[in-house]
């Protein structure tokens, strides 16, 4: 992984299970399926582990922990990178990462070949404009292949208003660290394409769809923090 890498990586699918359990005193359910009780099913109960590292098993679901609190399992490169060892942008790109992984119980982490980023100035605001210009200052880069979603801005009117100039300054501060400004919901039609088993990191609700029914590669739909 290259030592500018912003996403590195995309958290893999958390392995639960279907089913909920019996929230019967008398355990009377299976872990999943059926009820002979008759009862309704419940949240899965809660589980703790008692193993300072290591990987165990409650029900179907699977909980990892490497140790250091991140809830994942980490090889040294990754374990490096969250403790700041590669800089400030490698370390916040880490943290997101992780805590992601952590809320869908995900076990590690698995390299993409491309990434496609909504930076809609809306939602971002002047924290999201602040925080890419400072990824920037702080040595920031892409090490894979990255697109960028439609923006609400047209980039060629003379005079903006600073909530516009927010979303250019955001989409420059993308460029500056690598990223293609295509400004397109759908990267696809433009020619960027990844191939069939590819693992990617693309945003956009359309994305998802297309990118694994129809190329046959395989993307979650991102969020800004994947």
């Known amino acids: 992984v290259d030592s500018g890498l912003l996403q590195p990586v995309a ?30 099913p419940g949240p899965p109960p809660r589980h703790r582990h008692r193993r300072p590292a290591g990987r165990c098993r ?50 590690d ?40 979603n439609a923006i609400a801005v047209d980039r060629t009117k003379q005079s903006m208003t600073p909530e516009e100039d927010d979303q250019i300054r955001m989409l420059a501060a993308c460029e500056k660290m690598g990223a293609l400004p295509s400004c397109s919901c759908n990267p696809f039609i433009q020619g960027i394409l990844p191939a069939f088993g590819e693992h990617v990191a693309w945003s ?9 029914s129809v190329l046959g590669a395989r993307t979650n739909r991102e969020g800004a923090t994947a």
């Open 11 to 40: 958290v893999v699918a958390a392995r639960t299970g279907a089913g909920g359990h019996c929230q019967c005193p008398g355990r009377c359910g299976r872990d999943r399926g059926v009820r002979h009780c008759g009862h309704p």
């Open 58 to 107: 409650a029900g179907r679901r699977w909980r990892c922990r490497d140790g250091r609190g991140t809830g994942m399992r980490l090889n040294a490169e990754q374990q490096a990178m969250l403790d700041g060892k590669h800089g400030w942008p490698l370390q916040t790109a880490m943290k997101m990462l992780t805590a992601v992984g952590r809320a869908l119980d995900a076990p």
């Open 109 to 148: 982490l698995i390299r993409v070949t491309s990434a496609h980023l909504v930076i809609d100035g809306t939602a971002l605001g002047e924290a999201g404009r602040d925080f890419l210009e400072r990824l920037v200052t702080e040595g920031g880069r892409f090490a894979v292949p990255a697109s960028i």
């Open 204 to 212: 956009e609700s359309a994305t998802a769809p297309y990118v694994n």
